[in-house]
């Protein structure tokens, strides 16, 4: 019997223990086991949250620098627009003053010309009236000088 009793009393020891640890040391147990796990499951969900927030925020980044790169030749290609703009009208301007210089300078060489043909109509005509006055001193008398003199007034008058 003394085995029966030492047997029983060992199971009365065993369920006591495993009570025990059913009722104080295994939920602690498995409460931290419960918390690692879901601390790991939530590092590995931020993980994942983040790899896809960096997946999309490199996306965006692409977008931005290709947008940026767009509106950079954009500009380019504005500014050189603007630049060939510019020449042309440089070219215009610079056409146009051309003209205008050299119909300025026709009109001073047309003026030039008038006033030389002037001045040589009016060096023939002295240079005529010299002659003549030579000419008619010697062949035409005093009388006749006046006469011709008269003549002139009349028409002239």
Do not use: C
């Not at 977008?63 to 215009?92: P, T, Y």
């Not at 119909?103 to 010309?113: G, M, P, Q, Y």
């Not at 060096?123 to 005529?128: F, M, N």
């Amino acid at each position: 019997m003394n085995i029966n009793a030492t047997l029983f009393g060992q199971m009365v020891t065993f369920a006591l223990l495993v009570w025990f640890t059913m009722k104080y040391v295994w939920p602690p147990l498995l409460q931290a086991l419960e918390e690692r796990k879901k601390k790991i499951a939530e590092g590995l969900a931020a993980a994942e949250k983040g790899k896809h927030e960096m997946e999309l925020a490199e996306k965006r980044a692409t977008a931005a620098l290709k947008e940026a790169k767009d509106q950079a030749a954009e500009i380019v290609n504005q500014a050189q627009k603007r630049a060939n703009a510019l020449v042309d009208e440089s070219k215009e301007a610079a056409k146009i003053e051309g003209e205008r210089i050299l119909a300025n300078a026709r009109s001073e060489i047309d003026r030039e010309l008038e006033n030389a043909k002037e001045e040589l109509r009016k060096q023939v005509s002295a240079l005529a009236i010299s002659a003549a006055e030579k000419i008619l001193q010697r062949e035409v008398d005093q009388k006749k000088h006046k006469e011709i003199l008269a003549g002139l007034g009349k028409q002239l008058g």
